[in-house]
């Protein structure tokens, strides 16, 4: 079977390449090739139910980003070796799948998201319920009676992806501050993560929301900037790595779409980043 899945007509964007999280629902849970497509869609439909999320309608919880960083082989040797590793903003936990598969003992580990059905979804995509020892928990990041606010300090490392750019500036700096908080106040404690970004940092609105919502896209030099502010407030210094660089390809038949929200998703980079206290 191909390793690509064809989108619906609707969505502008194609997967290039799902073979990493087919790899790991193949080796890691034991999914046949013949039934990964069926197995897939199901988890998709099942999900799209509980919130309508694009990455999701484009699979993005099959590409697995932590291991093509820099800092995957330290993340996983630390973990081997006793640290706490959480992924904040986790969704169905892949990242954390792919962490165990290549040897981290899954009680280090820790996956948090606003929505409890994503857990749930979670272990469904990749039948381990039964040998997995990650501590998941339902939480919001915004609110201060949190089950996170019981892990303050207690973090080595942190991944945040897709999870930033949803927010306004000011929501970021405050969720920043309390990432930061979770993170032992060591040198060395690290944020690792990717989000959508752009050449040109601004705010903009979705036009599918009609909440009158405002989102921030960062590029290198405001998700600095970002970073100096919450050192600023916490007192911790942090040296901040960020690259930008293409993340998504559109279909050509959207390139004549002239919407300001096709033409801004067009135009949209992949903002990775490393971050660590020092």
Known sequence: MSSKIVQNEEDPFEINDLDSGRKLLHEYSGIPDEDMRDHIELIQTKALQVRPYPCIRRYRFLDLIMMTT???QEVLDRVKK???????GCCFG??????VHDGAPSAN????????DFLSIGYELFKDKDRLETKFIAADIFDDSSPLVGLTGKMNIIYVGDF???FSLEEQENAATRVA?????????????RQSGSEIAGEYSRASDTSGRRHFQHNPQSWKELWERIGEKTGIKWSTEVNICPEFKFKSAVREDKSSEVQRLMSAKGLRFIIRQL
């Open 164 to 166: 930033f750019h949803l």
């Open 70 to 72: 820099d800092v995957y």
């Open 82 to 88: 006793g640290e706490k590793f959480m992924d904040l």
């Open 109 to 116: 580990t820790y996956g948090s998201d606003l929505w409890e």
């Open 181 to 193: 908080q979770l993170l032992a106040p060591q040198p060395g404690s690290l944020i690792i993560g």
């Open 94 to 99: 892949q990242e954390i799948r792919q962490l």
